[in-house]
């Protein structure tokens, strides 16, 4: 086991120096000088050459890597030219709010996705299991800004029942709090249980037909208990598997839901940062969200491997 | 015992091979809208419509009637001329950036699968480093840079397809590099390209165009998600995305500019997705594989 995650940690250090390359080289070599960014177009040309200077952006562009690349290791991430805030500051405080709500999200996606699942499973072939495969199909062409849409129309604009957009921190007051994140949180879980549903139920009907399943019902063991206990297990190993892609897809879809809702998370940082140009913090989220995001596969990876001890052996 | 093998042989042969995998009327009726909207999009200018962009400040938010069939939006324009325009922009986004993936994706998948060794090791780890940004989020950081043009928003997007299509192109690859017909033609003394050409590329490509449909539906809804965030393509041309952004805005007064282009848009990514993953049962072996 020792040896399989040093090997698979191992692996991570190019994948993560070839991501900072690139988060690197998509914002130095595209097009848009930071300095004229910074200074706005009425600049003269002397003071865009001091400031690139000082920005130490006159270098060659291997060497700006490397330093940058240096401050990134020990910590700094640089700051927000039109906030002042560092990279991290920010991130810190926005984080919090991505996390709850994908949290959120998932869990509603899996409240829905494991139960009809199973439902589907023990009667697969079965006009429900039919109808739920389909739905579940159809669901998959609703992309998250379009559910959002239908979600607020229905319970914010026709029933004002909860609010369209806004955010109150948890510690401030807890009910309001999932009061503005139940919208949010309910519409990247429409995008999530189709793809759980589908996964854990084709697995689960190949764990069904397993023999011994047929011997805990022949020892009289309740159908729940079969179901819930002796089956669910084995059944949700490409559902662990799927989970690293699930968590890009949610990156994604939280990054709309996020600027729908306007919720003050990473993903509205993000496009804040476009919309403004804010090119250090740009720089700076897309690089910790993708080492986040390899770091959350290497998770899932590990967590597989414990699922499945013939993958840690290397002969899956 | 003989006769008794022979007999089973016998009805085993009798009984066709023929699945239960018709391609039912939900799948014409994909094929039918697909070709409603393409055809649409394509003849846009010769059909009798009102301009996208003219804007008539008289008429805005006007409901449906004779001269505006679908109403106008909220700058007066007419509405369904609009969303026939904006089904352009889905399209040429949606089909040409996937035509990069398969064209990209799929020749260094093929490449991998059939070489092995070092170069299979560095194309699955470059496209590990592809795949470890969330696709999102590239894809807007990169056209923050670019700029926003419908060429920038098709490279990216068809860039960001390059690492699926290689994964179900080396897959395809490594199990038929191994059959028969390949060794047979090693034996015979034939070239690389010609077994790659001749040999692997017929096989390889259904199950890659079944996978390309399936590419169509997601780069529609990505370049949906970034034109409704305003990052897509520039205005004033519409696109479904942009359009269902600016219905948003007036959700309470006439929802109906919202759902419009939301219906449009999901009846043709559902049709693009039941049409691939027909295709894909079809050219996938495994019964009933989801």
């Not at chain 1, 029933?159 to 999932?178: I, S």
């Amino acid at each position: 086991m020792l040896g399989f995650v040093a090997r698979r940690l191992l692996y991570l250090v190019p994948v993560l120096i070839a991501v900072s390359l690139l988060t690197f080289l998509i914002a130095s070599l595209l097009p848009g000088d930071l300095a004229y960014v910074i200074l706005g177009d009425q600049a003269t040309p002397e003071k865009v050459e001091a400031l690139r200077h000082d920005m130490g952006l006159d270098q060659p562009v291997w060497w700006r890597y490397i330093s940058w690349l240096g401050h990134v290791l020990q910590g700094d991430f640089g700051r927000s030219f039109r906030t002042g805030q560092t990279v991290l500051q920010a991130v810190a405080e926005r984080l919090p709010v991505s996390i709850e709500l994908m949290l959120l999200a998932e869990i509603i996606g899996l409240a829905i996705g494991v139960p009809l699942a199973i439902a589907c499973a023990v009667r697969s072939g079965s006009v429900f299991d039919r109808f739920m495969t389909g739905t579940a199909f159809g669901m998959l062409s609703v992309p998250a800004f379009l559910s959002a849409i239908l979600l607020i129309y229905l319970f914010a604009v026709e029933l004002r029942w909860l609010p369209a957009t806004g955010y109150v921190p948890f510690r401030e007051d807890p009910t309001g709090n999932l009061r503005f994140l139940v919208l949010p949180a309910l519409t990247l879980a429409v995008a999530e249980w189709p793809g759980i549903m589908r996964v854990l139920r084709s697995d689960m009907i190949a764990t069904l037909q397993e023999d011994y399943i047929a011997l805990a019902k022949a020892k009289g063991l309740k159908a729940s208990r079969i179901l819930f206990v002796h089956a669910l297990k084995p059944s949700s190993l490409t559902l662990v598997t799927i989970t690293g892609i699930n968590i890009g897809r949610l990156i994604g879809g939280a990054l709309i839901v996020e600027t729908i809702f306007a919720l003050p998370g990473i993903g509205r940082l993000l496009v804040g940062a476009i919309y403004t140009r804010d090119l250090i913090i740009l720089q700076g989220v897309v690089l910790l969200v993708a080492a986040g995001f390899v770091l959350m596969n290497f998770v899932v990876d590990m967590l597989y491997a414990v699922l499945d001890p013939r993958i840690r052996h290397g002969h899956a | 015992m003989a006769t008794l093998e022979l007999g089973i042989g016998e009805e085993v042969a009798v009984t066709p091979v023929r699945r239960t995998r018709r391609l039912g009327p939900l799948f014409w009726a994909a094929i039918a809208w697909m070709t409603f909207v393409f055809v649409a999009a394509a003849l846009a200018n010769l059909l009798p419509l009102l301009s996208p962009t003219d804007m008539d400040m008289l008429e805005r938010r006007a409901s449906m009637s004779a001269q505006h069939w679908l109403g106008t939006d909220g700058l007066g324009r007419d509405e369904l001329t609009r969303l026939i325009y904006g089904a352009r922009i889905s399209l040429i986004v949606g089909l040409c950036a996937p035509v990069i993936g398969i064209t990209i994706g799929g020749a260094l998948g093929m490449l991998a699968g059939y070489f092995r060794g070092r170069f299979e090791t560095l194309v699955v780890g470059s496209m590990d480093v592809l795949l470890a940004f969330p696709p999102l989020i590239l894809a807007l950081a990169v056209t923050a840079y670019l700029g926003q043009s419908i060429l920038n928003l098709t490279c990216i997007l068809g860039v960001l397809g390059i690492p699926a299509f290689m994964r179900v192109a080396r897959a395809a690859t490594l199990t038929l590099a191994r059959r028969e017909f390949v060794i047979a033609a090693q034996a015979l003394g034939a070239t690389h390209t010609r077994i790659l050409l001749r040999e692997l590329l017929p096989n390889v490509f259904l199950p890659l165009f079944a996978f390309f449909l399936l590419g169509v539906a997601v780069t529609i809804v990505a370049e949906g998600a970034l034109s409704f965030l305003g990052l897509g393509v520039p205005p004033p041309v519409s696109s479904w995305g942009s359009m269902i952004g600016e219905g948003r805005e007036s959700l309470e007064i006439a929802p109906r500019l919202a759902f419009l282009p939301a219906i449009t848009m999901f009846l043709t990514v559902l049709s693009f997705n039941l049409v691939g993953d027909a295709l894909r049962a079809l050219t996938d072996p495994r019964q009933g594989a989801l």
